[in-house]
T-cell receptor, first 109, second 114 residues
Framework: DQQVKQNSPSLSVQEGRISILNCDYT??????FLWYKKYPAEGPTFLIS?????DKNEDGRFTVFLNKSAKHLSLHIVPSQPGDSAVYFC????????FGTGTSLTVIP | GAGVSQSPSNKVTEKGKDVELRCDPI?????LYWYRQSLGQGLEFLIY????????KSGLPSDRFSAERTGGSVSTLTIQRTQQEDSAVYLC????????????FGSGTRLTVV
């Protein structure tokens, strides 16, 4: 049973616009959330995180929002750049990290 | 080492053969994880080692899959009698102390069963 879901397998955005990637989870006990970015032929790399005691964390062009009541988090990238084109995975921490299925972002120059 | 190292980076094998995939975690990391990513799929958890504790094998898809971690460091994932559905990228990750920290992933081994 998938505890972390990314319902959009792909997303295309024009360069300079905002990219919004969404993630839903089922377990209200998850206390820490991460976003990973993965380029082809490379392993996922850590991008940004948020603790369940916060509702927003910002790092440069990347902002993660957490809505605990809706069990939903989102990653905003603004402005989007062609180098942001990658697969993005969200992960939630229980007794291990549970990963979503990923969203492939394409930023069109 | 500086990062998580996996070998080989690519492996093509014939159906029915056994394969071994290797993972060298970051030195000092006590937790080690194996995941796989099949075409069009997300990261599927396979197995988790934490220190000297018994591994969490709950994600292994069949008894053809096994893994060991020697000396609390290097890990080997073995797939016996490979099937075409085993074709995937196998990713290893390590962390300093289990799920308290985020993971550092290796670049993966792309396994193709023909």
């Amino acid at each position: 049973d998938q505890q972390v879901k990314q319902n959009s397998p792909s997303l295309s955005v024009q360069e300079g616009r905002i990219s919004i990637l969404n993630c839903d989870y089922t377990n209200s006990m998850f206390d820490y959330f991460l976003w990973y970015k993965k380029y082809p032929a490379e392993g996922p790399t850590f991008l940004i995180s948020i603790s369940s005691i916060k509702d927003k964390n910002e790092d440069g062009r990347f902002t993660v929002f957490l809505n605990k009541s809706a069990k939903h988090l989102s990653l905003h990238i603004v402005p989007s750049q062609p180098g942001d084109s990658a697969v993005y995975f969200c992960a939630a921490r229980g007794n291990q990290f549970y990963f979503g299925t990923g969203t492939s972002l394409t930023v069109i120059p | 080492g500086a990062g998580v190292s996996q070998s080989p980076s690519n492996k093509v094998t014939e159906k029915g053969k056994d394969v071994e995939l290797r993972c060298d975690p970051i030195s000092g990391h006590t937790a080690l994880y194996w995941y796989r990513q099949s075409l069009g799929q997300g990261l599927e958890f396979l197995i988790y080692f934490q220190g000297n504790s018994a591994p969490d094998k709950s994600g292994l898809p069949s008894d053809r899959f096994s893994a060991e971690r020697t000396g609390g460091s290097v890990s080997t994932l073995t797939i016996q009698r490979t099937q075409q559905e085993d074709s995937a990228v196998y990713l290893c990750a390590s962390s300093p102390g289990g799920a308290f920290y985020g993971y550092t992933f290796g670049s993966g081994t792309r396994l193709t069963v023909v």
